[in-house]
């Protein structure tokens, strides 16, 4: 069965920290993954997507992720927080080869101290 | 960016009383999607459509309907608001390259409706 598990429900970082947002799934099939961010009243924008080729995906606002197979993970990072990343995160994993077959995880909450 | 176009951004209307979400894209996906989200909760997908004339429910049963008339629009439709409808619909949209499905979604900006 395909889930995707975010172990985090939230995560509260310093200003100028590292952020790490962890990420789970399963799939029997080769997946696409992605992950969004969603500010306060706003709808879901992309920060950055895996559809099978280079492993590290470099994103928008200095996030990144890395795809590792074997541990089936799919970890957002970034070096330094800042304010502004204050938000909710969704990993979300889908298949080309169907139109509904869309998974997200329950999303973590990021907040940022100053 | 994403051409898809949510209305209205806030509701507020009384029990009994029907309303449509509009939800508007230019990008002419096939693939089209609404979401129900709670504050600080995950999506469950309530409707999504393959193109004209199709659509289906999701996973999270609602009482809402959807029509797909044309490409561009997919509306949803609560015949009798009450509280419990209370929400944030997300409107969503999935493209093609080369014949084949991609993978992202676009999002709309969200319908915040409060049935009091």
């Known amino acids: 069965a395909q889930s995707v598990t975010q172990l985090d429900s939230h995560v509260s970082v310093s200003e100028g920290t590292p952020v790490l947002l962890r990420c789970n799934y399963s799939s029997s099939y080769s997946p696409s993954l992605f992950w969004y961010v969603q500010h306060p009243n706003k709808g879901l924008q992309l920060l950055l997507k895996?559809?099978?080729?280079?492993?590290l995906v470099k994103g928008i606002n200095g996030f990144e992720a890395e795809f590792k197979k074997s541990e089936t993970s799919f970890h957002l990072t970034k070096p330094s927080a800042h304010m502004s990343d204050a938000a909710e995160y969704f990993c979300?994993?889908?298949?080309?080869?169907?139109?509904?077959?869309?998974?997200f995880g329950s999303g973590t909450r990021l907040s940022i101290r100053p | 960016e994403a051409d898809i176009y949510q209305t209205p951004r806030y509701l507020v209307i009384g029990t009994g009383k029907k309303i449509t979400l509009e939800c508007s894209q230019t990008m002419g996906h096939d693939k089209m999607y609404w979401y129900q989200q709670d504050p600080g909760m995950e999506l469950h997908l309530i409707h999504y459509s393959y193109g004209v004339n199709s659509t289906e429910k999701g996973d999270l049963s609602s009482e809402s309907t959807v029509s797909r008339i044309r490409t561009e629009h997919f509306p949803l439709t609560l015949e009798s608001a009450r509280p419990s409808h209370t929400s944030q619909y997300l409107c969503?949209?999935?493209?093609?390259?080369?014949?084949?499905?991609?993978?992202?979604?676009?999002f709309g900006e969200g319908s915040r409706l409060t049935v009091l």
């Open positions: 979300v994993v889908s298949w080309y080869s169907s139109a509904s077959k869309i998974i």
């Open positions: 969503a949209t999935r493209g093609t390259s080369g014949g084949a499905l991609t993978g992202e979604l676009f």
């Open positions: 895996y559809t099978s080729a280079a492993t």
